[in-house]
């Protein structure tokens, strides 16, 4: 066992934690303090925690694993899709859902529908793909804990769940956000220091992309796969920011809808630059220094091996990947505890549970969720990003038509709603499980299958429509109401 890596690996959870205890009083007064910071997170922080909580254990393991594997070309395909989709989720969803103040994507399919069974399909498939989202970075901190620290993968694997459990649950959503900004940082200094060093020791970023293609042509290849694969890399992550409910969240926590677009601009920015020098320069190196890695999640790992033997380093080297992973796990932990809690369990068994009782079923599902993680981790599948991909697939399927069009279409119904996300997300599964489509393509036709038909179902029922709801839809339009909260602030 590598003792110093440890201790440094160690003092970083250690400042979690105890951050999660800093906040902790503040939490324990009020529900929106627990799951949404009480509104009033500011431009800056939530920048870096959304770009945290998107730049995952994925981002530095998984993804490096996925361009050493399938080459570069693919891999930008798919992250291009959210360079391109945060842009297009600040236009699209960020007011709006802002304005709205709800705490959930749920409670806002809730009150736009009203409509029960989708009440409940949508909490589970969340609750599915969110657990299936843990599991991924969970493995990535295993991975990284053999290598780097010499303990035992399942030890890593329980140690990481349980910090990131303790902290969220006792912290809730101010918890994760300050140590996201925290775990942000972290991450993109050590990505770019990697990178950097990579570049310097092949003659620059050409020099790299030419050495390392010479190494594995592939790797700078897109005839290898199917243009419809690309497309449907490039879709899926597209869609992601304004579905997938971790990231969903942060635009809750905005003190204003202002400053909710321009968390999704900025986050994005940071998360390019990361993405794209890291993954030329660390699939490149990859290719040349370990041309026949058993497991492609490890080349990060071996790369920042070979250019920092610096065991100072090293220990830093964990603590941005652990950063990694509970920057998004936190996240994601606490939005499986909002849909059990919030949509599940208040809405349909205690109605009418007061402050102390949301906060305290927050702690227990918090803790279920967590062991839950833990337990399906053990025995991860290879290829990090393919595993977290489809799980954000299946949630673009179910949730993107009833969201974008409960939001801009005023006839959208109860019922187009429910058939939409079930026709979505079934189509996805089956095409996911029987079909011989090439990998990520599935969305291209489950996606555009759920508005034909939401569209068709809705035109069909529209005396279910209810004013009083399209009349608070359209205040979410609304700019004065950013305008009152700002007057409010001063």
């Known amino acids: 066992m590598k003792t110093l890596e440890l201790a440094i690996?160690?003092?970083?959870?250690?400042i979690c934690i105890l951050i999660g205890v800093w906040v902790s009083r503040r939490v324990s007064e009020s529900s929106d303090d627990y799951w949404v910071a009480g509104r009033k997170i500011g431009t800056f922080t939530n920048s870096w925690a959304i770009m945290a909580a998107l730049g995952s254990g994925g981002s530095i393991l998984g993804v490096n694993g996925l361009a050493y594997k399938m080459g570069i070309p693919y891999t930008f395909a798919m992250y291009a899709g959210a360079v391109a989709g945060f842009p297009v989720a600040a236009i699209l969803v960020a007011r709006q859902l802002r304005n709205f103040r709800v705490r959930t994507v749920p409670e806002f399919l809730d009150f736009r529908f009203n409509n029960k069974l989708l009440n409940?399909?949508?909490?589970?498939?969340?609750?599915?793909?969110?657990?299936?989202?843990?599991?991924?970075?969970?493995?990535?901190?295993?991975?990284?804990?053999?290598?780097?620290?010499?303990?035992?993968?399942?030890?890593?694997?329980?140690?990481?769940?349980?910090?990131?459990?303790?902290?969220?649950?006792?912290?809730?959503?101010?918890?994760?956000?300050?140590?996201?900004?925290?775990?942000?940082?972290?991450?993109?200094?050590?990505?770019?220091?990697?990178?950097?060093?990579?570049?310097?020791g092949f003659g620059g970023v050409a020099g790299t992309v030419q050495q390392g293609t010479a190494a594995f042509p592939a790797l700078g290849a897109v005839v290898d796969k199917p243009v419809i694969s690309y497309a449907g890399a490039f879709m899926v992550w597209f869609i992601a920011a304004c579905t997938v409910p971790h990231l969903v969240m942060r635009v809750f926590t905005a003190?204003?809808?202002?400053?909710?677009?321009?968390s999704l601009n900025y986050s994005m920015l940071i998360y390019a630059v990361m993405i794209f020098f890291g993954v030329i320069a660390v699939a490149s190196a990859g290719h040349i220094l370990f041309p026949d890695l058993a497991d492609a999640d490890t080349v990060f790992l071996k790369v920042m091996e070979h250019y920092m033997p610096s065991r100072i380093m090293a220990g830093l080297a964990v603590a941005a990947v652990m950063a990694a992973v509970m920057s998004t796990t936190d996240a994601l932990i606490l939005a499986v505890?909002?849909?059990?809690?919030?949509?599940i369990y208040k809405k349909h068994f205690n109605p009418?549970?007061?402050?102390?009782?949301?906060?305290?079923?927050?702690?227990?599902?918090?803790?279920?969720?967590?062991?839950?993680?833990?337990?399906?981790?053990?025995?991860?599948?290879?290829?990090l990003t393919m595993l977290y991909t489809a799980a954000v697939g299946l949630l673009g399927s179910t949730l993107f038509a009833p969201i974008i069009l409960g939001i801009w279409w005023k006839k959208a119904t109860s019922q187009g709603a429910l058939w939409g996300c079930i026709s979505g997300g079934v189509s996805y599964l089956y095409?996911?499980?029987?079909?011989?489509?090439?990998?990520?393509?599935?969305?291209?036709?489950?996606?555009?299958?759920?508005?034909?038909?939401?569209?068709?179902?809705?035109?069909?029922?529209?005396?279910?429509?209810?004013?009083?709801?399209?009349?608070?839809?359209?205040?979410?339009?609304?700019?004065?109401?950013?305008?009152?909260?700002?007057?409010?602030?001063?």
Not at 255 to 262: I, V
């Open 9 to 14: 690996t160690l003092g970083y959870i250690v």
């Open 120 to 200: 409940i399909i949508v909490p589970l498939v969340i609750l599915i793909c969110m657990e299936v989202y843990v599991v991924a970075q969970l493995k990535a901190a295993g991975v990284t804990a053999v290598y780097l620290l010499g303990i035992p993968y399942k030890t890593a694997v329980v140690l990481t769940a349980l910090v990131f459990t303790l902290y969220v649950s006792i912290g809730g959503m101010w918890a994760v956000t300050l140590t996201d900004v925290l775990q942000g940082i972290l991450m993109v200094v050590m990505v770019v220091i990697v990178s950097i060093a990579v570049f310097m």
């Open 255 to 262: 003190r204003d809808a202002n400053s909710a677009r321009l």
């Open 337 to 343: 505890s909002s849909a059990v809690v919030n949509d």
């Open 352 to 383: 009418g549970a007061d402050e102390k009782t949301i906060f305290k079923m927050g702690l227990v599902v918090t803790w279920i969720a967590g062991l839950l993680a833990i337990y399906f981790a053990l025995n991860p599948p290879k290829l």
């Open 431 to 490: 095409l996911l499980w029987f079909s011989s489509m090439p990998p990520l393509s599935h969305v291209l036709v489950s996606i555009p299958l759920s508005f034909v038909v939401f569209f068709a179902v809705s035109l069909m029922t529209q005396s279910a429509v209810d004013a009083k709801v399209l009349e608070r839809v359209a205040l979410g339009h609304e700019r004065e109401l950013e305008a009152s909260e700002a007057r409010a602030r001063s």
